[in-house]
């Protein structure tokens, strides 16, 4: 696993693409809400609310959206370390002789009226 850098300038972070613009349901269309954006870190700052008992750790990060570029302060809890699609687990090579195989298998139910659905053991 890569170390964190959002809390370095110039290290990478990855938020939603919805949160950083909605120029982005253009770009992105139907995916937009599970699309993310890579940025780079231009600064960090940390600031106390009024009123709240915790401070909040902000990052300006510079995004690609399309053809242009955005800078957006999002605060650090809406951005992911690293790539989410890297961190999702990766399917099974069919040519590696691995006994870990996953195999699915169709259920049908009566509340599901009719449909089928693939589910992993």
Same mark, same amino acid.
């Given at each position: 696993?890569?170390?964190?850098?959002?809390?370095?300038?110039?290290?990478l972070?990855? @938020?939603k693409?919805?949160?950083?613009?909605?120029? %982005?349901k253009?770009?992105? +269309?139907?995916?937009?809400?599970? $699309?993310? /954006?890579?940025?780079?870190?231009l600064?960090?700052?940390?600031a106390?609310?009024?009123? @709240?008992?915790?401070?909040?750790t902000?990052?300006? %990060?510079?995004?690609?959206? +399309?053809?242009?570029?955005?800078? $957006?302060? /999002?605060?650090?809890q809406?951005?992911?370390?690293?790539?989410?699609?890297?961190?999702?687990?990766?399917?099974?090579?069919?040519?590696?002789?691995?006994?870990?195989?996953?195999?699915?298998?169709?259920?049908?139910?009566?509340?599901?009226?009719?449909?089928?659905?693939?589910?992993?053991?």
């Open positions: 696993m890569p170390p964190d850098s959002r809390r370095e300038v110039g290290g972070v990855w @938020a693409a919805e949160a950083v613009s909605r120029d %982005a253009r770009v992105y +269309g139907a995916a937009v809400s599970e $699309k993310h /954006l890579m940025g780079t870190v600064e960090v700052s940390v106390k609310p009024d009123g @709240a008992k915790r401070a909040v902000y990052i300006t %990060a510079r995004y690609k959206i +399309g053809d242009t570029e955005k800078d $957006k302060k /999002l605060s650090l809406t951005l992911k370390a690293q790539e989410p699609a890297a961190s999702v687990g990766t399917s099974v090579n069919q040519d590696a002789n691995t006994s870990d195989k996953r195999y699915f298998f169709t259920v049908e139910s009566p509340n599901n009226k009719g449909r089928i659905k693939q589910r992993s053991p």
